[in-house]
């Protein structure tokens, strides 16, 4: 249990000079392979997961405790589950699991601090007569009914 608080404390001293990081996962294994990943408000470079790495390797004694370290930034693939994630991706288009299992898909517009805006855009049936018309709708979705939530790329 030491270590993993001496782990925690390390990596809280780092993030408290980097206000532009966040923590999204720490994760210790029983063989102590510690596995950390990071996001920030302007991305996550190469240079920040080395420094991540520094400020906790260069402060552990590993004749003490042997351990694996590997700091990694949150990818496209990993899903969003902190408002700040939600935030640095305004602009961005979501495709939004609820825990209702429905699927959404739209342009984040805003955050709350307890729910996301989404701009749906789709085509529905014209009331009267043949054809469709275009349709854009703000959809307002509290964050404790997304299961899971991932940034869409369009190519």
Known sequence: MEFKNKIERLLEDFLENREDLFLIDLKISANDDVTIILDGDEGVTLQDCLDASRAIEFNMDREAHDFSLQVMSAGLSEPLSMPRQFKKNIGRSLDILLQN????????????????????RYRKPKEVGKGKIDVEEEKIIHFQDIKKALVTIKF
Do not use: A, N, P, Y
């Open 101 to 120: 299992d429905t699927r959404i898909e739209g342009e984040l517009t805003k955050v709350e601090e307890d729910s996301i805006t989404l701009l749906l």
